[in-house]
């Protein structure tokens, strides 16, 4: 039996970890942490998990005693956002690398500098190549829902992987949403009893984790890294069939949001779908054939299958809440060009960096987007191929 | 038990290794490019080279020193000579 709760993101997701209930959570506590741990240390507090929390001095240390936990043979979690999470830069590349299955939510946000603390993806986008699976969500709900699949999809077998579970900074992070949360018992069930293949606290069996790996065989265990990001997808997609039976709920490796018959469409991650939908509703009022594709499952990047959902549009804009300034574009546009490079897809491919340092992104502001790209599907011109929306000149 | 020139798929993930007490599996002696040779005329058996040895490479047998090196794990860092006080060992081109 699920419940009905009205919870902001930062609130649902420290529900979504006491439900799971980890056997540690190391934590750093002060800016630029979330509210999340806080509530979860109140959970901590009050005996309501069997968790052993320990506070930190900073964001490496999280990740550095989040990874021992794991190393140990415990189900670790962490939760950071922004420059907490550069900050675990260096360690995260030891987590993917050991192989250990850490579930960590990222309240995203941009870094500085200039200084700022609101919403967009450069700190998460920065961790891209780091071996983490992300994802991505459109509200508080769908965070809710990935950090309880996350869990099952990083301790899969054929993955062995962390991941991280990403959500809007202050959109949804602090925003008030009328969600549903599952039965405690239901998330208990669900995710099961962790058990490590071989840990260090197993005194019966005893290993050495993180050894030194030179020339002879690292080049190996970064091929079974590898092979193990190529697994996710299927993982993903068995994952959530079983989470639809006990939540209702359907979820993919992508959302297609009236794609089927759409000439045009935008691809985007993160809470500015939901605005994407508005925008995509008001122009298929006005008899535009408007679609959204809604990126669930970013790292690794289920490229085919994303390609194989464009090809028939005339003209798709990539939106991207970062930027490379590689002068190539945003993340997800060189992605999703790389994608569709080796499709039989003949459409035009543009980009929009929008929304850097929480700058709000306004329905009215995709509807533009849409007007660019049925010029595009028109007269086959593209003017300009990476442009910058809502900035001023 | 790993060996050399094993594939990715025959081998733990992530760089575990699964036997205890491994260290001495792997052989560091291919890291000198200097070779202690003890001279076993000299020394004097005070044990000096086996205690600081940082490797335990200079081996003690019954209380005697004169054994021999494990050039297998020696990795020719010199402390050995340097702590000899007879100058009994001489670190020799490789």
Redesign the interface.
Known sequence: MSNQVALTGNEVMAQAMRQINPDVVAAYPITPQTAMVQLFSQFVADGKVDTEYVTVESEHSAMSATVGASAAGSRAMTATAANGLALMWEVLYIAS????PIVMPVVNRALSGPINIHCDHSDAMGARDSGWIQFFAENGQEAYDNAIQAVRISEHEDV?LPSIVNLDGFIISHAVENLEILADEDVEEFVGDYQA??YLLNSE???????L?LQ???F??K??QA??ASNVKDVVLEVAKEYEEISGREYGLFEEYKLDDAEVAVVALGSTTGTAKAAVDNLREQGVKAGLLKIRLYRPFPAEEIANALKDLDAVAILDRADTFSTTGGPVYIDTRAALYDSDADLEVVNYVYGLGGRDIKVEEIESVFEDLQQIAETGNVEQKINYLGVRE | MVKPGDGYKDIPKGGLILEAGNAKNYKTGGWRTKKPILDKETCINCHRCWAFCPDSSVLSEDGDVKAEIDYDHCKGCGICAHECPVNAIEMEKE
């Not at chain 1, 690398?97 to 250990?100: A, H, I, K, M």
């Not at chain 1, 069996?205 to 050894?211: K, N």
């Open positions: 690398g050991t192989r250990l062995r293949d071989n069996d005893p290993i050495a984790v993180g050894p790996d002879d065989f690292y190996e265990h091929m079974q092979v193990a």
